[in-house]
């Protein structure tokens, strides 16, 4: 059974950082694209970055790109996401996917929230 656990959510203040893990474990994921997703309160879930398991080019949304890196331990099966310069508008419940050729799993979530 597949699970993404979730956690290094918190509060921090505008321009701060904080860095999201995102723990896989269950199967082998060599063939999967790891994902980060924020959904704010009120809207859709909106894609913020990806990583293939297997290396390659990340990428990124607009309005994280030059501030949020997404990495990855594969000895730890983890996926990070840094983020830096946070802003107000960066407040979000956090989730990590992985897929295949969609996102089929997911993890519980992990609440970000900055402060201006």
């Known amino acids: 059974q597949v699970q993404l656990v979730e956690s290094g959510g918190g509060l921090v203040q505008a321009g701060g950082s904080l860095r999201l893990s995102c723990a896989a474990s269950?199967?082998?994921?060599?063939?999967?694209?790891i994902g980060w997703f924020r959904q704010a309160p009120g809207k859709d879930r909106n894609f913020v970055a990806a990583i293939r398991w297997s290396g390659g080019r990340p990428s990124y949304a607009d309005s994280v790109k030059g501030r949020f890196t997404i990495s990855r331990d594969n000895a730890k099966n983890t996926v990070y996401l840094q983020m830096n310069s946070l802003k107000p508008e960066d407040t979000a419940v956090y989730y990590c996917?992985?897929?295949?050729?969609?996102?089929?799993?997911w993890g519980q979530g992990t609440q970000v929230t900055v402060s201006s």
């Open positions: 996917a992985a897929g295949a050729d969609v996102y089929r799993y």
């Open positions: 269950g199967r082998t994921f060599d063939s999967f694209s």
